[in-house]
């Protein structure tokens, strides 16, 4: 009488240890891409952000400038344009803006910024109804928080919304003078960006490149605006 033996193949070890070796792979190329897709995403929201933020503080002041007098920006008394090292003014005429850069509001050091009459909170970029310039007029008078609006967004734990000012000029020349109508042509420019300082370069100008110690580029993101504008009919 003849025995039917059934024998079951099973997986030797190799071909075990290969499957793993596989699905391994498999996870990490799936991990990493998830990974890749998440830095895209965020790279892309700071971009916005950023953007979205310099193209409306753009419009701002362009159409405060357009809608007022021309204004004196030349150094020295009657001045409506203020240069700190820690920041800046500009009286157009019905506005003023104030600001700090980002640099200093790193340092922190209250001495050496433009700081709120009434209030703790710390000053990236503020619109006021001004008539007067009286804030050109007293360099170092204090911002009245109820007057003012925060034109930077902040964002305490949101890197892609804590954004700065990091440079601000305007200039003007005899040339861009019409004088038959007194017209005068300004041009403004400014960088706004993210204000992580271990991500940005010395000098705040730029994001640090991807491989030096600190760079964030996911969360990091620096811009440069650059406006046109002509103020009004009279020369003050």
């Given at each position: 009488m003849n025995r039917v033996v059934n024998k079951q193949a099973g997986f030797t070890i190799i071909e075990l240890m290969l499957a793993m070796a596989f699905v391994a792979t498999l996870l990490i190329a799936v991990a990493m891409t998830v990974i890749q897709i998440?830095?895209?995403?965020?790279?892309?929201?700071?971009?916005?952000?950023?953007?979205?933020?310099?193209?409306?503080?753009?419009?701002?002041?362009?159409?405060?400038?357009?809608?007022?007098?021309?204004?004196?920006?030349?150094?020295?008394?009657?001045?409506?344009?203020?240069?700190?090292?820690?920041?800046?003014?500009?009286?157009?005429?019905?506005?003023?803006?104030?600001?700090?850069?980002g640099k200093a509001i790193q340092a922190g050091d209250v001495s050496h910024l433009n700081t709120y009459a009434d209030s703790t909170k710390t000053i990236r970029f503020v619109k006021l109804l001004d008539s007067n310039a009286s804030y050109c007029q007293d360099s170092s008078k204090k911002i009245v928080s109820a007057d003012s609006t925060e034109l930077l967004t902040v964002g305490a734990n949101a890197p892609e919304y804590d954004l700065a000012l990091?440079?601000?000029?305007?200039?003007?020349?005899?040339?861009?003078?019409?004088?038959?109508?007194?017209?005068?042509?300004?041009?403004?420019?400014?960088?706004?960006?993210?204000?992580?300082?271990?991500?940005?370069?010395?000098?705040?100008?730029?994001?640090?490149?991807?491989?030096?110690?600190?760079?964030?580029?996911?969360?990091?993101?620096?811009?440069?605006?650059?406006?046109?504008?002509?103020?009004?009919n009279t020369v003050k």
């Open positions: 998440g830095n895209t995403y965020n790279r892309g929201i700071t971009f916005k952000n950023v953007n979205q933020v310099g193209r409306s503080i753009s419009s701002e002041v362009q159409r405060s400038i357009t809608g007022g007098q021309a204004f004196n920006i030349a150094s020295g008394a009657g001045s409506r344009y203020i240069v700190q090292d820690w920041g800046g003014r500009l009286c157009t005429g019905q506005f003023t803006y104030v600001w700090n850069y990091h440079s601000f000029s305007i200039t003007t020349s005899a040339t861009a003078t019409d004088a038959k109508t007194g017209q005068q042509l300004y041009s403004i420019e400014f960088l706004i960006g993210t204000n992580n300082k271990d991500a940005l370069a010395s000098d705040y100008q730029s994001c640090k490149l991807a491989g030096e110690d600190g760079a964030d580029p996911s969360y990091c993101s620096v811009s440069r605006f650059n406006v046109l504008a002509r103020a009004g």
